[in-house]
Each structure stands twice: as structure tokens, then as C-alpha cells.
């Protein structure tokens, strides 16, 4: 089990709002991730971090932001959200040596009204 | 980038019957191989991962079998249930320092009474 964490779970804000999607891990990994996934649909990568004051874009393009302060937090940012951003944003963690795989939180669903 | 290509899009199998989901890739990796298990709302799972020089691991009624020449694996579900219903993922590592993993579209499985 993963111990990685992402609040809010569901959220439903109206269009031009500025919203936070956190994400904690205490599994102290090194590299995080955001992916974006719309419903039943593939994962795709919007963002990565391989630590510390480190990110870079994913292969998805994103108008979010994203910082990387601390290991265990990884903080995703829309300045002023639109519809078109619904849709679940999962964070994910892995711990920077061969043989590990990525493990996911539960996501977090966003609707822009 | 890594190409990753998942078949079939969705699946049927009748309780206790065998599931088989294929996923294909384009360039050459070198670390782990997993397939991922998503249930609705929730982000996915780390179902079972293969080593690349390994041809296949067992895991309970979850096997992988891996062709590392043809670039080819496959997720084999024996004694299907219905709580195996759920999207399922495979997932390719790419080279490079970020440890980034390439999805596939995903499979939607529905295992039947």
C-alpha cells in the first residue's frame, strides 16, 4: 500500500479561479509526477520532478504549474481554471532506483463550472 | 518518446475463464515492466511488474509474459472473477534520469457471472 496522499478529492469551482491540488508522500521517493486522466481514458503525463527544486513539463501540455519545495510535497496550480481543465489529476511517487515503479494516489477530480 | 500500443480495448470473459491483455512498445527499455489495475473513481493500482531479462513472473492468478526480442508483453488473469472488473494499464519505462513510465490506452475488463 502507497502512502501517498491528494486532497481535494472532488472539487467543483467556477471559471477564472485560482486552485491548489496537493499531493504528500511519506514514503520519502524522490521523483514525483502529475498525470492527467479523463474518465476511462489513458494517463497522461502533464508534469515530473526528479526532487528537490526540480520540475520539468510532461509530455501532455498543461497550463498548470507545479513546485517542488519540499521531498514529500509536490503542489499542482491552475492560475484561472476553465472548463476545458475538468478532469482527475492523479499524483504519483517513485523512489529513484531501477526496479521501482510508479505508485499513484487516488486522484483528484476537477469540474470548472 | 516511447510508443505503447494496448489490445483490446475492452474485454468480456465469463467467471473462471482466462483474461489476456496485450500491450506492444517501440523502443528499447531496460527497467521494469507493470501492468496497473484502475476501479472506478480510484486512482490505479500497481497490480504486478516484470524485470526485463525475466520471461515470465507469476503472481497469484496474475501472470506476465514478457518477449523482450518482439518488444511484446501480456497481463494473463486465470480464474477470472467478477471483482477483477476494473480498466487495466500496462506501462513502459523510459530511458532517462526521470524514471517516466509510457501508458497504454488502458482495457476495460468485465468478468460475468
Known amino acids: 500500500e502507497a502512502d501517498i496522499y491528494q486532497t481535494p478529492r472532488y472539487l467543483v469551482i467556477g471559471t477564472g479561479k485560482k486552485i491548489t491540488l496537493e499531493c504528500s508522500q511519506t514514503?520519502?521517493?524522490?521523483?514525483m509526477y502529475w498525470y492527467q486522466q479523463d474518465p476511462g481514458m489513458e494517463l497522461h503525463l502533464i508534469h515530473y520532478?526528479?526532487?528537490?527544486?526540480?520540475?520539468e513539463k510532461g509530455d501532455l501540455s498543461s497550463e498548470s504549474t507545479v513546485s517542488r519545495i519540499r521531498t514529500e510535497h509536490f503542489p499542482l496550480t491552475l492560475e484561472s481554471a476553465r472548463p476545458s481543465h475538468t478532469s482527475q489529476y492523479l499524483c504519483?511517487?517513485?523512489?529513484?532506483?531501477?526496479?521501482?515503479?510508479?505508485?499513484f494516489g487516488e486522484g483528484s477530480w476537477l469540474t470548472v463550472v | 518518446q516511447q510508443q505503447v500500443k494496448q489490445s483490446p480495448q475492452s474485454l468480456i470473459v465469463q467467471k473462471g475463464g482466462i483474461s489476456i491483455i496485450n500491450c506492444a512498445y517501440e523502443?528499447?527499455?531496460?527497467?521494469?515492466f507493470p501492468w496497473y489495475q484502475q476501479f472506478p473513481g480510484k486512482g490505479p493500482a500497481l497490480l504486478i511488474a516484470i524485470r526485463p531479462d525475466v520471461s515470465e513472473k507469476k503472481e497469484g492468478r496474475f501472470t506476465i509474459s514478457f518477449n523482450k526480442s518482439a518488444k511484446q508483453f501480456s497481463l494473463h488473469i486465470m480464474d477470472s472473477q467478477p471483482g477483477d472488473s476494473a480498466t487495466y494499464f500496462c506501462a513502459v519505462p523510459n530511458t532517462g534520469t526521470a524514471s517516466k513510465l509510457t501508458f497504454g490506452t488502458g482495457t476495460r475488463l468485465q468478468v460475468t457471472l
Open positions: 520532478s526528479y526532487g528537490v527544486n526540480s520540475t
Open positions: 523502443n528499447t527499455a531496460f527497467d521494469y
Open positions: 514514503m520519502g521517493h524522490d521523483k
Open positions: 504519483a511517487s517513485r523512489l529513484g532506483i531501477a526496479g521501482n515503479t510508479i505508485y
